[in-house]
């Protein structure tokens, strides 16, 4: 099943987001970014947004049954 993603004019996901995408929960996201498995950046707020593209592309990968999720992969 391919996604879809309405990014045209966006630069970051939110947490919320990015979970929809990976289709896992919200605190799985923040463990990833604990464990420096998914890229983000903070916002001044103290908020992490995830980059577009970047997480576009590990979705897609995904999708096209390359890499294991971030939660999966051998340490």
Request: net charge positive; aromatic share 10%; no cysteine.
């Amino acid at each position: 099943m391919e996604t879809t993603f309405d990014h045209k004019y966006k630069s970051y996901f939110t947490r919320a987001e990015v979970a929809e995408l990976f289709e896992v929960s919200a605190n799985t996201v923040s463990r990833w970014v604990r464990d420096g498995k998914i890229p983000s950046v903070v916002t001044p707020g103290g908020r992490h947004r995830y980059p577009v593209k970047e997480i576009i592309h590990m979705v897609r990968e995904l999708q096209h049954g390359d890499p294991l999720p971030p939660d999966k992969q051998r340490r």
